[in-house]
Structures are given as C-alpha cells and as structure tokens.
C-alpha cells in the first residue's frame, strides 16, 4: 500500500513557475514507477509526465515538453514535478501516481493522491 500526498500548487501568473512535490508513505516507494496527471474542469484527465523506478528514463507529453521536469528523490519517498514557462491552459488539478510502468495511461496507475490545485492567470 502506498499513501501519496501532493503539495506545492497555488496561483501563478503566465510565464512562472511552480514546482508540485508528491511524498509517499511506505519503505516501498522506490519500486513504483511515478507519474503527474491533470484534470481541468470540464476535461478528461490527462497524462502530463512519468518518470521510472531509477528515475534514469523520463516521459512528458507533448504540451509540457521543453516546460516541465520530472523527479524523484527516493532517499525522501518525493517525486517532483518543475514546472516552468506557465501557460493559462496549463490551470487543473494536478495528481501524482504510482505504479508497476511509466506510462501515459492512468488506469495503469495503482495508487493516487488527491490532488493539488494549479491555477494560472493571464
């Protein structure tokens, strides 16, 4: 079982930056893959980056390539997720994930947090 927290979100103005961390409970939480989602009102859940077990292999999608950086820290159970360069579209609820792959699906995903609100001004 892995408890995943997130914190680190609030209100930006475009072109900022925020940096979103997600601890985990557990001795395990160096044997999941990691994964940031979002959520804007009205939308689907979307995949937004994913890192692996090591955290040699990172994977982004292609509206936050060049602007967000995935990590991890497994000494501290912390995955982060940097996020520059801020756009207005970029505003969601955004969830750290747990799982078996770095994918890009969120039903591959076993553990969830409950989210941290991103909102970015124009």
């Known amino acids: 079982q892995v408890q995943l927290v997130e914190s680190g979100g609030g209100l930006v103005q475009a072109g900022g930056s925020l940096r979103l961390s997600c601890a985990a409970s557990?001795?395990?939480?160096?044997?999941?893959?990691m994964g940031w989602f979002r959520q804007a009102p009205g939308k689907e859940r979307e995949f937004v980056a994913a890192?692996?077990?090591?955290?040699?292999?990172?994977y982004y999608a292609h509206s936050v390539r060049g602007r967000f950086t995935i990590s991890r820290d497994n000494a501290k159970n912390t995955v982060y997720l940097q996020m520059n360069s801020l756009k207005p579209e970029d505003t969601a609820v955004y969830y750290c994930?747990?799982?078996?792959?770095?994918?890009?699906?969120?039903?591959?995903?076993?553990?969830w947090g409950q989210g941290t609100q991103v909102t970015v001004s124009s």
């Open positions: 994930a747990a799982g078996a792959h770095p994918v890009d699906v969120g039903l591959a995903y076993n553990y």
């Open positions: 557990g001795r395990t939480f160096s044997s999941y893959a």
């Open positions: 890192i692996s077990l090591s955290g040699s292999n990172t």
